[in-house]
């Protein structure tokens, strides 16, 4: 028994499965896990894995959100990022990258009222680790109406819903869109953007 795991708009090597069963988030999934000739035996639709997650974080996500209240934030916004590779296989590069979070940081800057809260795929993605020392990303920091969440040795283990739960809405990526997907399921709006005008089953 396999589990879907990713909100995917198309099959991956890396993310294929020869498995007997599989759980996947809905019937809509067929349409990525079951039209290839390598796909798992049967599909099985049991709905988003990770919702059960979502009560135990609504207390730590309101703490978050009355700290960036009291330090001026009336708005708060939640960025999901996506990762970026510079390898064969990357569609945003590291420039692209920086280019999104310095627009949203300087966003933050000039507005004081704005609340940002950072929630990274990966750990190393993290602003102030990707950037450490960078004057964009302490002048953010400087606020106090800057919040990174974040957590693990590799992939970050924050689940998206705790930083959607301390913002009015989110912010994410059309590709993957896993975490905008969870952002709803916790009751958050997200806005999904296309820079790289992807296209897939969704």
């Known amino acids: 028994v396999s589990y879907q795991y990713s909100n ?12 007997d069963k ?3 988030f809905s019937p809509a ?3 990525i896990w079951g ?3 390598f796909h798992p035996q049967e599909l099985v639709p049991n709905g988003y894995i ?9 207390k730590r996500s309101a703490q978050h959100r009355k700290t960036l209240k009291k330090a001026g934030a009336s708005f708060v916004i939640c960025y999901l990022d996506e990762n970026f590779g510079e390898d064969r296989y990357g569609i945003v590069t ?3 990258y920086r280019a999104e979070w310095a627009r949203i940081l300087r966003w933050l800057a000039q507005d004081s009222t704005l609340g940002l809260v950072a929630k990274t795929q990966f750990l190393q993605n993290t602003p ?3 950037w450490k020392g960078d004057s964009i990303i302490e002048s953010a920091c400087a606020t ?4 990174e969440l974040f957590n693990g040795a590799h992939r970050n283990t924050v689940f998206p819903a705790e930083g959607a739960l301390v913002a009015d809405i989110t912010i994410g990526y059309m590709i993957g869109a896993t975490a905008s997907l969870e952002a709803a399921l916790a009751g958050c709006r997200s806005i999904m953007i296309n820079p790289s005008e992807w296209r897939g089953a969704h």
Not at 8 to 19: D, H, V
Not at 50 to 58: E, L, M, Q, T
Not at 144 to 147: A, H, I, N, T, W
């Open 8 to 19: 995917l708009s198309y099959p991956t090597a890396g993310m294929m499965t020869t498995s």
């Open 22 to 24: 599989m759980l996947t």
């Open 29 to 31: 999934s067929e349409q």
């Open 35 to 37: 039209g290839d000739a």
């Open 50 to 58: 990770f919702d059960s997650s979502i009560k135990y974080v609504r």
């Open 94 to 96: 590291r420039d692209e």
């Open 128 to 130: 102030s680790v990707l």
């Open 144 to 147: 106090g109406r800057f919040l």
